[in-house]
């Protein structure tokens, strides 16, 4: 079983939104058995709370299931839960490896690493730019399961 951390600041808009589209394509792939799949926040601002009325409202015009949710905290133990801790930004991950104690296994990375870009996926608490947000998280999860499941080329 593949055993995957969504991170961001609050866990109520990226990595909530993340949690959802990886689970919609793995479903879509017939390969869900293969995964756990889940979110957490650096932070404890946003604690208990449901995903963004904005998360919510694109996956939802986008045809994705919202997965049941309410905020929580990432701890020092899902280092060793999961095998991949993905943040959506530089902030993320260094907020990551100061929770985790360090990243000796290579665990933590980006989600756009996966696609082979350097860029964040941009915070639409502070944008309100949902639509650029769910285009970066769909490229960042597409080409994980690329890396993990590469497409057959006949």
Not at 115 to 135: K, Q
């Amino acid at each position: 079983m593949i055993k995957i951390l969504f991170v961001c600041h609050g866990n109520i808009c990226r990595s909530t939104m993340a949690e959802s589209v990886m689970t919609h394509l793995v479903s879509r792939r017939g390969i869900s058995d293969q995964f756990q799949i889940a979110s957490a926040a650096t932070s404890r601002e946003e604690i208990g709370n449901p995903p963004h009325h904005g998360t919510v409202r694109k996956l939802r015009e986008a045809g994705v299931p919202v997965i049941p949710h309410r905020a929580v905290q990432m701890t020092r133990q899902d280092y060793e839960t999961y095998d991949y801790l993905i943040g959506m930004d530089d902030w993320n991950v260094r907020n990551m490896l100061r929770i985790t104690g360090g990243d000796p296994v290579r665990k933590c990375c980006k989600l756009l690493e996966f696609a082979g870009s350097t860029r964040d996926i941009a915070d639409p608490w502070y944008t309100g730019d949902f639509d650029a947000t769910y285009e970066d998280i769909v490229e960042g999860c597409e080409a994980f399961l690329n890396k993990l499941f590469p497409p057959n080329i006949f």
